[in-house]
């Protein structure tokens, strides 16, 4: 094993202790906005220093990333050669080239540490238009900032002395997103639970087949909706207070549940895939639960962004990643407001940072404050996926039933679609 490398950030090289978080005061009421607070230093629970401090913390974060990846990564030297990198900035990152799917086939030009720092590798088949898989690598650093953000999201809905079941595939793989949650959640006294593996297999063959979950994501209709009758004994059995599963697990035990949920449930997280919002109101107002959506990629290193209780769009690991939403059918990043496609900067990523990656998600920046009282924006739900074929894009993916995408409580949505799109094929836009 050769030495740990460098984190690639201005900020601690490891996320701050959760008896070090737990001991700050809670400043403000969103727990994103305190995790936040505490790791770029802001002092107090006045919003304007705090935004303030974040944002001098992510300009800090993106210089040390860029010199990084470009003294690093063989991929990055080539294609930051020639930019002027002392003129990007977190709120600007044009002149900067993007990162697509197709370049992390060749993973091994991203490392930016020797193979033995690597902790994890995620291999994805389904995405990109070569056919080749891509290859994702996580060192412990990176692993144990997904950690920390799942310790902080997951407080909205599970505390000491409860259960969590957490019913999406990857329990018994060491570092999947069931087993990290373990790891994050039992040092909080929270009893983490996962189905017999035999279950789980039965329900989600794609992701027996070795696949994260992030990968049923690009792969949504291969998702069976059917869950083996023994899995609603295993719930009844345990009794969870919180479940984390993908939305066609949930819409699999709404039929077993029709008009309650399963004894003892208070909470939801649905991950892995879109949640539908039509299927969300009624596991709220039939379950009587909270419903917390997760936005997150493996190319985020699983998290992402969670909603909180307001439901007024998903808080961000904005010290981990910039988020832009760029015009699809261009390079123009988008305003807050317009739908576009969301591309990913990773800030602290050690293994393979990311820069400008287009993850073929559609959707679009709320910068309104949240309803929470959080003062950061926060990205809107996911509203398609886009394909590509040459010069022409088209999205999928819509939400069921047609009409505006993203409908309900969520707030900030532009019309559809802007003049963005000349190009596109829109013909599967509803
Ligand atoms: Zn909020």
């Not at 902080?152 to 957490?166: D, F, R």
């Amino acid at each position: 094993m050769s030495a740990r490398a460098r984190p690639p950030s201005g900020l601690a090289s490891r996320p701050p202790s959760s008896s070090a978080a737990a001991s700050r005061a809670s400043a403000f009421r969103n727990p994103l906005d305190n995790w936040l607070a505490e790791q770029c230093g802001a002092q107090g629970a006045d919003a304007g220093n705090f935004v303030r401090a974040l944002r001098d913390a992510r300009a800090r974060a993106l210089a040390h990333c860029l010199e990084y990846a470009a003294s690093r990564s063989a991929f990055y030297a080539r294609a930051l050669s020639g930019c002027d990198l002392n003129r990007i900035t977190p709120e600007n990152l044009q002149g900067l080239p993007f990162t697509t799917a197709d370049d992390l086939a060749r993973w091994e030009d991203f490392l930016c540490v020797s193979r033995g720092d690597v902790q994890r590798m995620v291999t994805l088949h389904t995405s990109g238009t070569t056919g080749s898989p891509k290859r994702l690598a996580f060192t412990e650093g990176d692993i144990a900032r997904t950690m920390d953000f799942f310790r902080v999201g997951m407080s909205q809905l599970v505390g000491p002395e409860q259960k969590l079941a957490v019913l999406l595939p990857g329990a018994e793989r060491p570092d999947g997103v069931a087993d990290l949650l373990r790891q994050t959640l039992r040092p909080q006294g929270v009893e983490v639970c996962t189905p017999p593996p035999e279950l789980l297999a039965a329900a989600l063959s794609p992701c027996a087949s070795g696949q994260c979950p992030s990968a049923v994501l690009h792969a949504p209709a291969t998702v069976p909706t059917a869950l083996p009758q023994d899995m609603v004994q295993w719930l009844a059995d345990i009794q969870p207070h919180c479940l984390v599963a993908a939305p066609a697990q949930l819409e699999g035990l709404l039929h077993y549940f029709p008009k309650g949920g399963p004894p003892g449930l208070c909470g939801l997280l649905s991950s892995a895939d879109r949640l539908d919002p039509v299927l969300r109101h009624v596991l709220a107002t039939v379950w009587n639960c909270t419903v917390l959506d997760h936005y997150g990629l493996t190319e985020t290193g699983y998290g992402g962004a969670v909603e909180c209780a307001a439901y007024d769009g998903y808080h961000m690991r904005l010290l981990d990643m910039i988020v832009e939403i760029v015009d699809f059918c261009g390079d123009e990043p988008l305003p807050p407001g317009e739908a576009g496609e969301v591309v990913i900067t990773t800030l602290r990523r050690e293994a393979m940072p990311l820069i400008r990656y287009r993850t073929g998600d559609v959707a679009n920046i709320l910068s309104a404050p949240c309803a929470c009282g959080s003062p950061l924006p926060r990205l809107g739900p996911v509203r398609g996926r886009l394909e590509r074929c040459g010069s022409r894009v088209r999205v999928v993916q819509m939400p069921k039933g047609g009409g505006t995408p993203a409908s309900g409580n969520q707030t900030g949505m532009a019309a559809p679609m802007g003049p963005h799109c000349a190009t596109g094929d829109w013909g599967d836009w509803m």
